[in-house]
């Protein structure tokens, strides 16, 4: 016999809450850790409890939701998979990878409230230990967003889910933080070429490798109208998204922020700063206090002063340091940080874009700015 499991009695109460709140007429969601972002689920086969999920981040119910399974005998009661995922499947499941599949014709196998009308659902067997084992004990897909309000950045640690959604939701699972740090690729394979509808934990270039991929292009757009000769960016021109409360700006090409100069007669107090590598820091080493340290990075607290010694902001400095899995790992973390701390405003420098995970941090961040900078 293989040892006893012990299941953590957090772990069956969350089942609890998910099993049965499928029967009842008033539902709410359980938030749950995942290897990418926590998720916010619930039963995928019940309407009432889909709809609990809309009502508690206060998203707009055309925009569908992730199904996730704990296993393929799981997903193969919705659909049949196409052979294009065979091996995509087998190289990258369970993991940050979401494929599209065709909805089931047959019954009313998914909650309607899913798919938001469409005719292809979101797959996706997550690494999360704790995860799967949620959804085998439900024994039913969870239909999961991100467990962040609608608008903010997407939750890593259980903090953030309670930040965003105390007195609405009935149980948070705490699984400790995130690994990956954004949310998962999300695939069609079943259109030709197969695209790529948003970038995540599972770069375009390993994609690229799979049997039948090679081909597979960007069906998203994040690259604005930055460069020489642009305009930046008009501030609050653009749906909002995984923002902070503070203002972000974004600066694409590691050109150095000249904080003293970007303040001149904005009046603001404090100034966040999150760096990536080549920028240098604003607070020193030895300057400045600690204000919090946690999940991968330190925030330093220290002062902006002009050339007669004035104070001209309060600058709190944040180093993700050079690895993009880093800079993914910690990057929401750090945005809902400063805003704890109270920034006005946020200089974020961007990572050098690529097709690996660096081209889902730039898509998260070109969304969070109001302003993007060459
Ligand atoms: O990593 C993740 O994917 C996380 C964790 C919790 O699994 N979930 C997540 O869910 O990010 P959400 O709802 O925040 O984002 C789902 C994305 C949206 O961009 C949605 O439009 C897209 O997947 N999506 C879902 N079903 C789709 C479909 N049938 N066709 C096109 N896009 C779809
Ligand atoms: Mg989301």
Redesign the pocket.
């Known amino acids: 016999l293989p040892p006893t499991p012990l299941i953590p009695p957090s772990l069956t109460l969350a089942a609890t809450a998910l099993t049965t709140s499928t029967a009842s007429s008033f539902s709410t969601p359980v938030a749950f850790p ?1 290897e ?4 916010l689920g619930a039963d995928a086969t019940s309407s009432t409890a889909v709809k609990g999920i809309y009502t508690a981040k206060g998203r707009p119910s055309d ?4 199904v ?1 399974v704990s296993d393929l005998s799981m997903l193969s009661t919705l659909s049949t998979i196409p052979e294009i995922y065979h091996e995509l499947i087998s190289k990258f499941w369970p993991g ?1 990878l ?1 494929i ?1 599949l065709p909805v089931p014709t047959s019954g009313q196998l998914l909650a309607p409230e899913v ?1 938001a009308g ?1 005719t ?3 797959a ?1 067997m ?1 690494d999360s230990p704790l995860a799967r084992a949620l959804i085998q004990l439900v024994g039913k897909p969870l239909a ?3 467990a962040n309000a609608s608008t903010r950045p ?1 939750p890593t640690k259980a903090v953030h889910v309670l930040e965003d959604l105390e007195g609405k939701i009935e149980l948070i699972l705490d699984g400790g933080d995130c690994a990956v740090g954004v ?2 690729t ?1 695939v ?1 394979g079943l259109c030709d070429p197969p695209v790529v ?2 970038p ?2 599972v770069g375009i270039e390993e994609i690229r490798q799979v049997k039948g991929w090679k081909g597979v292009v960007k069906g998203y757009k994040d690259r604005s109208e930055v460069g020489e000769g642009h305009k930046p960016r008009a501030p609050g021109m653009k749906y909002k998204h995984y923002s902070p409360r503070a203002r972000v700006v974004l600066f694409e090409g590691h050109k150095p922020v000249n904080v003293g100069k970007e303040l001149e007669g904005g009046g603001l107090k404090k100034v966040g700063v999150i760096r990536t590598g080549e920028w240098e820091g604003l607070v020193g080493e030895t300057e400045g206090r600690i204000e919090s340290e946690e999940g991968g990075f330190a925030v330093r607290q220290g002062s902006l002063r002009d050339e007669e010694g004035k104070e001209l902001a309060t600058v709190l400095d944040v180093d993700l340091g050079r690895d993009v899995k880093g800079v993914a790992h910690g990057l929401f973390a750090a945005l809902r940080e400063l805003d704890r701390l109270g920034a006005d405003i946020i200089f974020v420098e961007g990572v050098s874009d690529g097709d690996d995970i660096a081209a889902a941090v730039m898509n998260r961040l070109r969304k969070a700015a109001s302003e993007i900078r060459p």
């Open positions: 995942t990418t972002v926590y998720g925009n569908p939701l992730i996730h940050p979401t599209l798919t469409l292809t659902f979101g996706r997550p999961a967003p991100s997407s949310e998962s999300v069609d509808l948003r995540g934990g």
